[in-house]
C-alpha cells in the first residue's frame, strides 16, 4: 500500500469517528507563499521548487533558502532602481509577479490607487531606516 493511499484511509476512518486535527501545519509556509515566497517540495534525494504546492500532509516543504532574506509585505526598505543613492524608504506593499515587467517588481503604495514599483528592494533595521532619513548621530 502506498503512503498516499494510507493517509487517505486514516483519514476516512477519522471522519466517520469524528476525529479532526484542525492544526494546519503548513499554516506559515502557506502565508509566506500568499506573499511571493518560492516554496521547495522534499524529494527522496533533493529539494525541488513547487510552483503551485498542495500542501498534502505527507510532504515535506520549506520556503527556499534565496528567499529567507527577501523582503517580505510589511518590512521596512529602502528602494532603488537603478541608482543606489537615489532611494525611498518605505513599507514593502505587494511583489509584482508578471512576466512582462521582470525586473520592477518591489511595489509600495502611493496612495490607495497608485503603486510604484522598484528593480531593488533592502531590508532595513529601525537604526539603518533613522540613519538614512535624519543622517548619523553627532
Same mark, same amino acid.
Given at each position: 500500500?502506498? #503512503?498516499?493511499?494510507?493517509? #487517505?484511509?486514516?483519514? *476516512?476512518?477519522?471522519?466517520?469517528?469524528?476525529?479532526? @486535527?484542525?492544526?494546519?501545519?503548513?499554516?506559515?509556509?502557506?502565508? *509566506? =507563499?500568499?506573499?511571493? *515566497?518560492?516554496?521547495?517540495? *522534499?524529494?527522496?534525494?533533493?529539494?525541488?521548487?513547487?510552483?503551485?504546492?498542495?500542501?498534502?500532509?505527507?510532504?515535506?516543504?520549506?520556503?527556499?533558502?534565496?528567499?529567507? @532574506?527577501?523582503?517580505?509585505?510589511?518590512?521596512?526598505?529602502? =528602494?532603488?532602481? $537603478?541608482?543606489? @543613492?537615489?532611494?525611498?524608504?518605505?513599507?514593502?506593499?505587494?511583489?509584482?509577479?508578471?512576466?512582462?515587467? #521582470?525586473?520592477?517588481?518591489?511595489?509600495? $503604495?502611493?496612495?490607495?490607487?497608485?503603486?510604484?514599483?522598484?528593480? @531593488?528592494?533592502?531590508?532595513?533595521?529601525?537604526?539603518?531606516?533613522?540613519?538614512?532619513?535624519?543622517? #548619523?548621530?553627532?
Amino acid at each position: 500500500m502506498k #503512503k498516499k493511499e494510507l493517509l #487517505k484511509r486514516i483519514e *476516512a476512518i477519522e471522519d466517520k469517528l469524528g476525529i479532526k @486535527n484542525p492544526v494546519d501545519k503548513f499554516s506559515d509556509l502557506k502565508e *509566506a =507563499f500568499n506573499n511571493g *515566497a518560492t516554496i521547495q517540495r *522534499a524529494t527522496t534525494h533533493t529539494w525541488v521548487v513547487d510552483l503551485k504546492p498542495t500542501w498534502e500532509t505527507c510532504h515535506e516543504y520549506r520556503i527556499h533558502p534565496k528567499d529567507l @532574506n527577501q523582503p517580505k509585505v510589511g518590512d521596512v526598505c529602502k =528602494f532603488w532602481d $537603478y541608482d543606489v @543613492n537615489s532611494f525611498v524608504i518605505a513599507l514593502y506593499a505587494t511583489k509584482r509577479d508578471d512576466d512582462y515587467f #521582470k525586473e520592477f517588481i518591489h511595489g509600495v $503604495y502611493l496612495s490607495k490607487s497608485s503603486t510604484r514599483f522598484f528593480k @531593488n528592494a533592502q531590508v532595513l533595521t529601525k537604526e539603518e531606516s533613522i540613519e538614512l532619513l535624519f543622517g #548619523k548621530e553627532k
